[in-house]
């Protein structure tokens, strides 16, 4: 029997790393991970499935165990319509901020994910869902927010493997959505996810690929000590 600290069991189990073919399939899922814009297939999502990849979001880790996330599950045809209204208003707004070139560019990519995914998920953090002082947030109080973060990627990653596509879509005011979805003014929005099953995949990541931006060298952003020293 393991000993107990504390009158608590200490609830430790064996740390091993994973075999190889367990260990290749999580680096794949974060190497082949893509942000889906246009290519969801118009196949409904079990909500078995559903479950599976929301338990993986809520065992992110949660800084003092807060689980700040709510997952708002959006299938209303009609709701989905007016989220896509509120985007292409803020989506007109972020064109007219780039360059002639750039601008051009923007433009000509396709961005249809809330109207051709069968599901979007809008995901809150709740900053109260803990009490006033959290364990780990007492001094940066965005921890929270961070925390719902690790929740979303989790979910993606989650999708990766299950053959499932996401998008992030950002390009809203919020209080369009606040208001869309009822959600409390001292909830914060933080993703809306769009998910669908997709047949194929950008190689590299979209924006690389039609050369908006390219990856930068992992050498470059890695210091050693000190900022700024390699």
Not at 48 to 68: E, I, N, T
Request: negative net charge.
């Amino acid at each position: 029997m393991r000993p107990e600290r504390d009158g608590y069991g200490c609830g430790l189990v064996t740390a091993a790393a994973f075999s190889d073919d367990e260990r290749l399939a999580i680096y794949k899922a974060i190497e082949t991970r893509r942000d889906v814009r246009d290519q969801f297939l118009p196949v409904p999502l079990s909500d078995d499935l559903v479950r599976r990849l929301l338990g993986a979001a809520h065992a992110a880790p949660s800084v003092g165990f807060m689980q700040p996330w709510n997952f708002l599950l959006i299938r209303d045809r009609d709701l989905l319509e007016r989220a896509h209204q509120a985007f292409q208003r803020a989506n007109e707004e972020a064109a007219e901020m780039f360059s002639d070139e750039k601008q051009a560019l923007y433009r000509s990519l396709k961005l249809e994910g809330i109207r051709k995914a069968p599901l979007s998920i809008c995901v809150t953090c709740d900053p109260d869902r803990a009490g006033p002082v959290v364990l780990g947030r007492t001094h940066n109080p965005r921890m929270d927010v961070y925390s719902t973060v690790c929740a979303v990627q989790n979910l993606w990653l989650a999708a990766r493997a299950e053959g499932v596509g996401v998008g992030w879509v950002s390009i809203f005011h919020e209080a369009d959505i606040r208001t869309l979805l009822g959600i409390p003014e001292r909830v914060e929005i933080v993703a809306w996810l769009c998910l669908g099953y997709v047949s194929e995949l950008y190689e590299q990541p979209e924006l690389a690929v039609k050369g908006w931006r390219q990856r930068l060298p992992l050498e470059e952003l890695v210091f050693h000590d000190r900022w700024g020293e390699r």
